[in-house]
């Protein structure tokens, strides 16, 4: 079993002796912090709609703000929305026997998936949001 000096001992860059710092241990201690910091487990990154939401809000209601269960739903109900609309793209590319999902089929998705009005607004916001792209480019 290890002695707690021992254990300790490629923490401490210098040795005992004259107390000064030898070249040899620096660069051993050096390389060993290195290692730990490589070893260091990256935090993942969680991905959310929560900074477009809170824009669109401060857009059509400056003063109000959201608390952050309310943010988690609205995540958690964006996410649902676009995989539905992802699964329903898929089903007509595959009725249509194609390989490639365009904004053709994910604007008919969107027409079967959401109701009257709000299926016009959100096409004609799509269709400008394409547009505004490819003129970009």
């Not at 002695?3 to 001992?9: G, P, V």
């Not at 040899?24 to 969680?46: D, E, H, M, V, Y």
């Not at 027409?111 to 394409?130: M, Y």
Request: aromatic letters at 6%.
């Amino acid at each position: 079993m290890a002695t707690h000096s021992s254990i300790l001992a490629w923490r401490i860059p210098w040795t005992e002796g004259d107390g000064g710092l030898q070249s040899r241990g620096l660069q051993k201690n050096q390389t060993q912090l290195k290692r730990l910091r490589a070893r260091k487990r990256k935090r993942s990154r969680k991905e959310s709609y929560s900074v477009y939401v809170y824009q669109v809000l401060k857009q059509v209601h400056p003063d109000t703000g959201i608390s952050s269960k309310a943010m988690g739903i609205m995540n958690s109900f964006i996410h649902d929305i676009f995989e539905c609309i992802a699964g329903e793209a898929s089903h007509l590319a595959h009725y249509n026997k194609r390989s490639t999902i365009t904004s053709k089929e994910i604007q008919t998705a969107v027409r079967l998936l959401l109701p009257g009005e709000l299926a016009k607004h959100a096409v004609s916001e799509g269709t400008k949001a394409v547009t505004k792209y490819t003129s970009s480019k």
